[in-house]
């Protein structure tokens, strides 16, 4: 059957599946277009969840000033943690060698954009903001997690590990220090300590190596750093 008449017959998604990798491969600069694209988005558009708001059925609380300005404090930092997790997630999959892993770095992304949508949410609720800091979160974590990435894959997966550690170990932090009316923001925290604690799992599961004490450090030291910043800007 001739080309023109096979490719008449097939939907354009098809007529693409048939179309030479080589012909059709993404050069860098169509890349790194398309991650300033994803940046402009996460960082300057309003956030939408895939999945539902974890607190629906919580009851909104009566907090006092003090309370709600706690709650916001932590809430903004959580959002901050949100605009890096993807940020990193998707520098390590940008200069990633195996494509199931790229793969299951976008998911990890794509769920990490489902808790900036509820930190966001929560954040409107408090009549509370985002970090005004947030570009320079996603720029540096975007070059942490690339140079993270061109290590190879096992510390990649290492990095996500560790990262999501972290991460889980602040969430406990904020389940502590919430106010003890704030049930709505507690609802969002646990369901998102729970993911990340997953993500944490997954990613040793699929051969992630122990990174070496002093990054560690290192590590943890950047997130203070971040947290201490977010929680007042």
Known sequence: ??????????PP???VSLIPMDTRKINLGDTILGEIGAALKIVASKARATKPFPAT??????????????ASAL???????EISAQALYRGQAMVARDQALRQHLLEAADEEHDHLAWCETRL????????????????????????A??????????????????????????LRDLPADDHRSRE???QMRDDELR?????????????????????????KIMTTLAHRI
């Not at 009566?62 to 309370?67: G, H, I, N, W």
């Not at 990649?156 to 991460?167: D, I, N």
């Open 75 to 81: 809430m903004r930092v959580n959002h901050a943690g």
């Open 13 to 15: 998604e098809k007529i």
């Open 57 to 70: 059925t919580a009851e909104h609380p009566k907090l006092t000033v003090e309370d709600q300005r706690a």
């Open 188 to 190: 969002v925290i646990l």
């Open 124 to 147: 409107n609720e408090l009549n509370s903001r985002p970090s005004l800091l947030s570009p320079i979160w996603y720029g540096g974590s975007f070059a942490i997690g690339a140079l």
């Open 149 to 174: 990435g061109l290590a190879g894959d096992k510390i990649s997966l290492g990095f996500v590990a560790e990262t999501e550690h972290q991460v889980t170990a602040h969430l406990e932090s904020h």
């Open 199 to 223: 993500h944490s799992t997954h990613a040793l599961e699929k051969g992630g190596a122990k990174l070496p004490t002093p990054i560690r450090a290192c590590m943890s030291l950047t997130s």
């Open 1 to 10: 059957m001739p080309a023109e008449r096979l490719f008449a017959l097939q």
